[in-house]
């Protein structure tokens, strides 16, 4: 039902060029963080998030059972912006329907490096990931949204 709504989100031109992977099994959603990792690994890079993998804990995709995934055409200049309005849009439906949703950053940025990430969740090679959100239920409930910065506006006339 949520992919069914989000494909109303706007795209630039009414391209509706963004395309959608779910990854259903949590078991799969943790083979995704572990390649994360060794991408990690082989760059000696976050070292935190490869030391808390070793510990058992996945900082990567926190356990999610479930993890949407956003691509687009790679010639396209609009599809990475097209891709986070779907995915925000998603996001908000989410929340609607009881669902918590949080942005897989380490793994767009991992995806992005190394391709073979990317097609291991079956973003044809033409096209790019361009975001990801963890999916399931959420183990706690938040009363409140954390404080946000005022809004920086300069006012032109």
Known sequence: RLLEAVRWAPTACNSQGVRWIV???PERVREVAGQVIEHCRARNELPELVSAWEHGYDMVLRGAPHLVAAHGPADS???ATDCVIALTTFELLARAAGLGTCWAGF???AAAA???IAAGLGVPADHRLH???MLGYPLAAFLRV???NEAK?????
């Open 107 to 109: 793994l767009v940025m």
């Open 23 to 25: 990854v259903h099994r």
């Open 114 to 116: 190394r391709p073979a």
């Open 146 to 148: 954390p404080p946000r």
């Open 77 to 79: 200049p609009w599809a």
């Open 153 to 157: 506006v300069r006012w032109v006339e």
């Open 131 to 133: 975001g990801a959100l």
